[in-house]
């Protein structure tokens, strides 16, 4: 079946460390996006991609880098310059006309340690 | 500019009692309007959409939203709250058919009591 895979599930990181969060999808879509989401604070847009090779910034984009070197793969980078990065990230994925809107990878649980 | 308020961040409801779930938005133009539900620690499922068809929109699970322009709303309605219905829902508004700027509400969690 086509869907959105997000790995790891959970993923601690020291203080000072950058990590990368896995964003996969086999569904054919153009744009890919990276959600932040905090409780109490619904998501927040950080990166987004809508074709191969080109992204850009969303609400909350310092501290963050992402790369799209392949349409299947929307990897973000969350960098030591980025002070509160716990939280929990959800990948989605989206092909303009399509009638269901978002699809939704189900999220990695980042926590500094 | 395109926002999402949702009245009431916490709701609960017995068991076979109606669910009301309030989403209010504004929009510079016809809006494309979405509701999600997302379960602990998983991500988001699209339970309906608003395209600019029918203002009464059938989802999954028994869910439905009516949008009413004069009051900038898409409520979220369900006869009979089950048990499983029991998470946290979102209201979305785009401007856009291409989905780039899609904007999330803060979410309402839905308690179903026995």
């Known amino acids: 079946d086509g869907g959105i895979t997000q790995s790891p599930k959970y993923l601690f990181r020291k203080e000072g460390q950058n990590v990368t969060l896995s964003c996969e999808q086999n569904?054919?879509?153009?744009?890919m996006y990276w959600y932040r989401q905090d409780p109490g604070q619904g998501l927040r847009l950080i990166y987004y991609?809508?074709?191969?090779?080109?992204?850009q910034k969303g609400d909350i984009a310092e501290g963050y880098s992402v790369s799209r070197e392949k349409k299947e793969s929307f990897p973000l980078t969350v960098t030591s310059a980025q002070k509160n990065p716990t939280a929990f990230y959800l990948c989605?994925?989206?092909?303009?006309?399509?009638?269901?809107?978002?699809?939704f990878g189900s999220g990695t649980r980042l926590t500094v340690v | 500019a395109q926002s999402v308020t949702q009245l009431g961040s916490h709701v609960s409801v017995s068991e076979g009692a109606l669910v009301l779930l309030r989403c209010n938005y504004s929009?510079?133009?016809?809006?494309?309007l979405f509701w999600y539900v997302q379960y602990p620690n998983q991500g988001l499922q699209l339970l309906l959409k608003?395209?600019?068809?029918?203002?009464l929109v059938k989802g999954i699970n028994g869910f439905e939203a009516e949008f009413k322009k004069s009051e900038t709303s898409f409520h979220l309605t369900k006869p009979s709250a089950h048990m499983s219905d029991a998470a946290e829902y979102f209201c979305?508004?785009?401007?856009?058919?291409?989905?780039?700027?899609?904007?999330f509400g803060p979410g309402t969690s839905l308690s179903v009591i026995p």
């Open positions: 569904l054919n879509h153009d744009a």
């Open positions: 991609s809508q074709i191969v090779n080109d992204f």
């Open positions: 929009s510079s133009v016809p809006p494309y």
């Open positions: 979305a508004v785009s401007e856009s058919a291409s989905y780039d700027k899609v904007i």
């Open positions: 989605a994925s989206s092909t303009p006309g399509q009638t269901y809107g978002y699809t």
């Open positions: 608003y395209t600019s068809a029918a203002t």
